[in-house]
């Protein structure tokens, strides 16, 4: 049984998943994680529900304050994202219906040492309908950074450290 998938393009690859909402205390889980930690420039996660954008998160790489050029030994990006992170949607107000679900992964227009992994969805029962976005450590869950939060708006945009390839 598969239970996690890499993808990656030039463009967003999307994966779709038809579901049904048994239930009114019903949410989704899903497990993501960027494996990337060499070259490039990471990856951005989209989720939608129904073709709505719901979350969109940056995993990609920021610039190493400490690198000059021609530094040796020295990398020039840092990955900070490479974590397990958790997103806990409520579905419960769509129950009976069916639920478009769909992963996008943007590659930010550069797949060079692309390595990004999806769990499939997870329809869980849960009475209290909390949404959660967290990364998982040794010490427990922690929220998202907030900075690496997208809003449907965002285009990658020369000079702004988020540049194809990470040039």
Request: proline letters at 6%.
């Amino acid at each position: 049984m598969e239970s996690l998938r890499r993808t990656s393009s030039q463009e967003e690859v999307t994966l779709d998943y038809l579901v049904e909402v048994p239930d009114d205390a019903t949410s989704l889980l899903l497990y993501l994680k960027n494996a990337q930690n060499v070259h490039g420039n990471g990856t951005i996660a989209r989720l939608y529900l129904n073709g709505k954008l719901v979350r969109a998160y940056d995993f990609g790489a920021i610039a190493n304050p400490e690198w000059k050029p021609g530094t040796d030994g020295v990398p020039s990006n840092l990955w900070p994202e490479r974590r397990v992170h958790m997103w806990r949607v409520p579905l419960g107000k769509l129950a009976g219906q069916p639920v478009l679900i769909t992963l996008g992964t943007d590659s930010r227009k550069c797949t060079n040492a692309d390595n990004f992994w999806w769990s499939r969805p997870i329809l869980v029962r849960d009475e209290k309908q909390p949404e959660a976005y967290v990364v998982l450590t040794d010490e427990g869950e922690i929220a998202e950074d907030a900075s690496r939060v997208l809003d449907a708006a965002f285009v990658l945009q020369e000079g702004t450290g988020r540049t194809p390839c990470g040039y």
